[in-house]
C-alpha cells in the first residue's frame, strides 16, 4: 500500500439495475468535493473482457471517450471532466481485459517467480495497485465499480476494493451505494426491497455501503428513509434521496440540499471549506430559463442510442448555456436522409450538424445533409466524419471533382479527397489511428480563430484517414478555406467556407473538452449563429 499518501478512497457502486446514474453521481461527488477546496481525481473499472472500447460497437457500449494521451475509455469520463477539473488519461480507466493482459504479461516476465497466478491475490492486487497508483497529490480518488452489483464479472472488482478497509484505517475509505426505490402504479406505493435486497448482495461479498443513494422519481417519505436505514445498516442521514432531475446539471444541486458533502467530509475526516456551488447554480438557471429555443438537426448512424453521441449533446447544451439558449436536437437517421431527401428533415432547423463515425453506411444521407446546408445557408457543423463528408460534397459540387471519395468507402476512388496517408497502406487499423491531442495552428481572420480567440490550440483526435493535401490548391482555389493546421505533419484540421453564414468542419473533436461551466468556442460560436439565423427567420 501507497503508506506516505494520505488520499482517501471513495467506492461507488451500483444495484437493482444498470443505467442508474452512477458515472453522474460519481461526477456530482467530485463537483461537491471541489466546490469544498479538495482535490479530486477519478477510476472507472469495466467489468468487460475487452481491453478498451475502441473496437466496441456504439450501439452496444455507447460513446467511446477520448483522452488527451490518446486513450480509448468509458463514456463516464467525460461525465467527470465536464462536472469538475480533472482531466483524464489512460490511467483513469481499466477493464477486465486490461487488469488480465497485465497480470498474464507479468507472469509471462516471471514477476511472480513461478507461483500460481489467481484470482486473489494477483489480481486483486493488480486492481488495487490501479487505485493507488492515482492516490498521489490528491485528497480525494473517487472509484466508480461498472456493471451491477450480483453480476459475476464485477466480483473480483469488488472483492478488491473490499480489501481496501482492512488494508487502511476506516477514515480513509468510503462506500456508496446507488440503487433504486421503484414506485409500482398498481400498489400505488414506493417499494424498498429491491434497495434492500441489492444491500444485502453487497454485505454478501463483504461491503457495508456507508452511503446510499437513491434512485427515485418522487419524494421519499420519512418512513420509507427510516426503513431503508434499519434494514441496510446504514445511518438514517446517509439514505440520501437522488431524484429524477430535468438536466443532469441539477445533481450536484440535488445531493448537497439532501446534505451528501457533509457527511462524506465527516466520514472522511477531511476538513475543507463549505462548498459553494454558485456556479452551478448560474448553470442550471441558464438551463432551465432560455431566452429563446434552437433546433438543431444532428445527421448521423448511431442515433438509436443517444449515448452514442454523448459528449456532442452535452457539448451543444453547453453552447447553448453560453448564448442563453436552449438547444432541441433533432436526431436524424443519415441512411433516412439517403431514401427520403434532405428537404423532408431540415425545413425549420436553425443548424446542421454531422458528427464522427466510421464506415460507409449513411455516408451519401450525411453529404446530402452538407449540401443543403451549404446551399441553403444553414449553419453548419461536421465534426471528423463530418469534415471530410464535407470535404467530398465540396469537391463533386463545388471543385467539380465528380469522382471525389474516400478510400474508406471506395478503396479505388478515382479522385481520394480522403485518404490514408502515405506509409499507412496495409498497416492493422489500430497502427494507424491518430488518437489523443495534437496541437493546431489558426489561420488569422478565420472563422476559427474568432471563435478561440488563439493562434494556437490543442484538440482531441480519433480518426484514420486525412485530408489529402495534393487537392488542396484545388480547394482553396474554389473557395474551401483551410483554416486550420496540424504543423508538423501539415494536416488540414479545419475546412470552411467564408461566404456562409456559418460553415465549418474539423478533423478532430471538439466536443470531449467542452464543459457546462466553460462551454468550447466552436459549440458557442455555432449556437450564436444558429440563435442568428432563428432571429432572422422571424424578422
Given at each position: 500500500?501507497?503508506?506516505?499518501?494520505?488520499?482517501?478512497?471513495?467506492?461507488?457502486?451500483?444495484?437493482?439495475?444498470s443505467?442508474?446514474?452512477?458515472?453522474?453521481?460519481?461526477?456530482?461527488i467530485?463537483?461537491?468535493?471541489?466546490?469544498?477546496?479538495?482535490?479530486?481525481?477519478f477510476?472507472?473499472?469495466?467489468?468487460?473482457i475487452?481491453?478498451?472500447?475502441?473496437?466496441m460497437?456504439p450501439?452496444?457500449?455507447g460513446?467511446?471517450?477520448?483522452t488527451?494521451?490518446?486513450?480509448?475509455?468509458?463514456?463516464?469520463?467525460?461525465h467527470?471532466?465536464?462536472?469538475t477539473?480533472?482531466?483524464?488519461?489512460?490511467?483513469n480507466?481499466f477493464?477486465t481485459?486490461?487488469?488480465?493482459?497485465?497480470?498474464?504479461?507479468?507472469?509471462?516476465r516471471?514477476?511472480?517467480?513461478?507461483?500460481?497466478?489467481?484470482?486473489?491475490?494477483h489480481?486483486?492486487?493488480?486492481?488495487?495497485k490501479?487505485?493507488?497508483?492515482?492516490?498521489?497529490?490528491?485528497?480525494?480518488?473517487?472509484?466508480?465499480?461498472g456493471?451491477?452489483?450480483g453480476d459475476?464479472e464485477?466480483l473480483?472488482?469488488?472483492?478488491?476494493i473490499?480489501?481496501?478497509?482492512?488494508?487502511?484505517?476506516?477514515?480513509?475509505?468510503?462506500?456508496?451505494h446507488l440503487?433504486?426505490?421503484?414506485?409500482?402504479?398498481a400498489?400505488?406505493?414506493?417499494?424498498?426491497?429491491?434497495?434492500?435486497?441489492?444491500?444485502?448482495?453487497?454485505?454478501?461479498?463483504?461491503?457495508?455501503p456507508?452511503i446510499?443513494l437513491?434512485?427515485?422519481?418522487?419524494?421519499?417519505?420519512?418512513e420509507?428513509?427510516?426503513k431503508?436505514?434499519?434494514?441496510?445498516?446504514?445511518?438514517p442521514?446517509a439514505?440520501?434521496?437522488?431524484?429524477?432531475?430535468?438536466s443532469?446539471?441539477?445533481?450536484?444541486l440535488?445531493?448537497?440540499?439532501?446534505?451528501?458533502?457533509?457527511?462524506?467530509?465527516?466520514?472522511?475526516?477531511?476538513?475543507?471549506g463549505?462548498?459553494?456551488?454558485?456556479?452551478?447554480?448560474?448553470?442550471t438557471h441558464?438551463v432551465?430559463?432560455?431566452?429563446?429555443?434552437?433546433?438543431?438537426?444532428?445527421?448521423?448512424?448511431?442515433?438509436d442510442?443517444?449515448?452514442?453521441?454523448?459528449?456532442?449533446?452535452?457539448?451543444?447544451?453547453?453552447?447553448?448555456?453560453a448564448?442563453k439558449?436552449?438547444?432541441?436536437?433533432?436526431w436524424?437517421?443519415?441512411?433516412?436522409?439517403e431514401?427520403?431527401?434532405?428537404?423532408?428533415?431540415?425545413?425549420?432547423v436553425q443548424?446542421?450538424l454531422?458528427?464522427?463515425?466510421?464506415?460507409?453506411?449513411?455516408?451519401e444521407?450525411?453529404?446530402?445533409s452538407?449540401r443543403?446546408?451549404?446551399?441553403?445557408?444553414?449553419?453548419f457543423?461536421?465534426?471528423c466524419l463530418?469534415?471530410?463528408?464535407?470535404?467530398?460534397?465540396?469537391a463533386?459540387?463545388?471543385a467539380?471533382?465528380?469522382?471525389a471519395?474516400?478510400?474508406?468507402?471506395?478503396?479505388?476512388?478515382?479522385?481520394?479527397?480522403i485518404?490514408?496517408?502515405?506509409?499507412?497502406e496495409?498497416?492493422?487499423?489500430?497502427?494507424?489511428?491518430r488518437l489523443?491531442a495534437?496541437p493546431?495552428?489558426l489561420?488569422?481572420?478565420?472563422?476559427a480563430?474568432?471563435?478561440?480567440?488563439?493562434?494556437?490550440?490543442?484538440?482531441?483526435?480519433?480518426?484514420?484517414?486525412?485530408?489529402?493535401?495534393?487537392?488542396r490548391?484545388?480547394?482553396?482555389?474554389?473557395?474551401?478555406?483551410?483554416?486550420?493546421?496540424?504543423?508538423?505533419?501539415?494536416?488540414?484540421?479545419?475546412?470552411?467556407?467564408?461566404?456562409h453564414?456559418?460553415f465549418?468542419?474539423?478533423?478532430?473533436?471538439?466536443?470531449?473538452k467542452?464543459k457546462?461551466?466553460?462551454?468550447?468556442?466552436?459549440f458557442?460560436s455555432?449556437?450564436?449563429?444558429?440563435?442568428?439565423?432563428l432571429?432572422?427567420?422571424?424578422?
Amino acid at each position: 500500500m501507497n503508506e506516505n499518501s494520505n488520499s482517501k478512497f471513495i467506492f461507488v457502486t451500483g444495484g437493482v439495475v444498470s443505467s442508474l446514474g452512477k458515472g453522474i453521481a460519481a461526477a456530482s461527488i467530485g463537483t461537491l468535493l471541489e466546490s469544498a477546496g479538495l482535490k479530486v481525481t477519478f477510476l472507472k473499472f469495466d467489468p468487460y473482457i475487452n481491453v478498451d472500447p475502441g473496437t466496441m460497437n456504439p450501439f452496444q457500449h455507447g460513446e467511446v471517450f477520448v483522452t488527451d494521451d490518446g486513450a480509448e475509455t468509458d463514456m463516464d469520463l467525460g461525465h467527470y471532466e465536464r462536472f469538475t477539473n480533472f482531466i483524464a488519461a489512460r490511467a483513469n480507466n481499466f477493464t477486465t481485459g486490461k487488469i488480465y493482459f497485465n497480470v498474464i504479461t507479468k507472469e509471462r516476465r516471471g514477476e511472480y517467480l513461478g507461483g500460481t497466478v489467481q484470482m486473489v491475490p494477483h489480481i486483486t492486487d493488480e486492481i488495487k495497485k490501479c487505485v493507488l497508483d492515482l492516490a498521489d497529490s490528491k485528497d480525494v480518488v473517487i472509484v466508480e465499480i461498472g456493471g451491477t452489483v450480483g453480476d459475476i464479472e464485477s466480483l473480483p472488482f469488488l472483492e478488491a476494493i473490499r480489501q481496501f478497509r482492512f488494508d487502511l484505517p476506516k477514515d480513509r475509505t468510503l462506500y456508496i451505494h446507488l440503487t433504486l426505490i421503484p414506485f409500482v402504479k398498481a400498489a400505488d406505493e414506493l417499494k424498498t426491497k429491491p434497495t434492500q435486497h441489492s444491500v444485502n448482495k453487497l454485505r454478501e461479498i463483504g461491503i457495508q455501503p456507508d452511503i446510499l443513494l437513491c434512485r427515485t422519481d418522487r419524494p421519499i417519505p420519512h418512513e420509507a428513509k427510516r426503513k431503508i436505514a434499519l434494514f441496510c445498516n446504514v445511518a438514517p442521514e446517509a439514505v440520501i434521496i437522488a431524484r429524477d432531475v430535468d438536466s443532469i446539471y441539477e445533481v450536484p444541486l440535488m445531493l448537497h440540499e439532501d446534505g451528501l458533502d457533509k457527511i462524506i467530509l465527516k466520514n472522511l475526516n477531511l476538513s475543507a471549506g463549505t462548498s459553494d456551488i454558485k456556479a452551478w447554480e448560474d448553470i442550471t438557471h441558464r438551463v432551465k430559463n432560455p431566452e429563446c429555443r434552437v433546433k438543431i438537426a444532428v445527421v448521423g448512424k448511431y442515433v438509436d442510442l443517444k449515448d452514442s453521441y454523448k459528449s456532442l449533446f452535452e457539448a451543444l447544451i453547453h453552447g447553448g448555456i453560453a448564448n442563453k439558449a436552449a438547444v432541441d436536437i433533432q436526431w436524424i437517421d443519415a441512411e433516412e436522409v439517403e431514401k427520403i431527401g434532405p428537404e423532408t428533415f431540415f425545413s425549420n432547423v436553425q443548424g446542421i450538424l454531422v458528427p464522427g463515425g466510421f464506415g460507409n453506411r449513411g455516408i451519401e444521407g450525411k453529404i446530402a445533409s452538407i449540401r443543403f446546408a451549404r446551399e441553403h445557408n444553414i449553419p453548419f457543423f461536421g465534426i471528423c466524419l463530418g469534415m471530410q463528408c464535407a470535404v467530398i460534397e465540396f469537391a463533386r459540387n463545388v471543385a467539380g471533382i465528380k469522382g471525389a471519395n474516400s478510400t474508406e468507402f471506395d478503396e479505388k476512388a478515382d479522385q481520394p479527397v480522403i485518404h490514408i496517408m502515405p506509409g499507412q497502406e496495409g498497416v492493422e487499423k489500430g497502427g494507424t489511428m491518430r488518437l489523443g491531442a495534437y496541437p493546431c495552428v489558426l489561420m488569422p481572420n478565420s472563422l476559427a480563430y474568432h471563435s478561440y480567440r488563439s493562434a494556437l490550440i490543442y484538440e482531441r483526435h480519433r480518426h484514420r484517414y486525412e485530408f489529402n493535401n495534393d487537392y488542396r490548391d484545388i480547394f482553396i482555389k474554389n473557395g474551401l478555406a483551410i483554416s486550420g493546421i496540424y504543423s508538423e505533419k501539415d494536416l488540414v484540421e479545419i475546412v470552411e467556407i467564408k461566404e456562409h453564414p456559418w460553415f465549418l468542419a474539423t478533423q478532430f473533436h471538439p466536443e470531449f473538452k467542452s464543459k457546462p461551466a466553460s462551454p468550447h468556442p466552436l459549440f458557442t460560436s455555432f449556437i450564436a449563429a444558429a440563435v442568428k439565423q432563428l432571429k432572422n427567420s422571424k424578422q
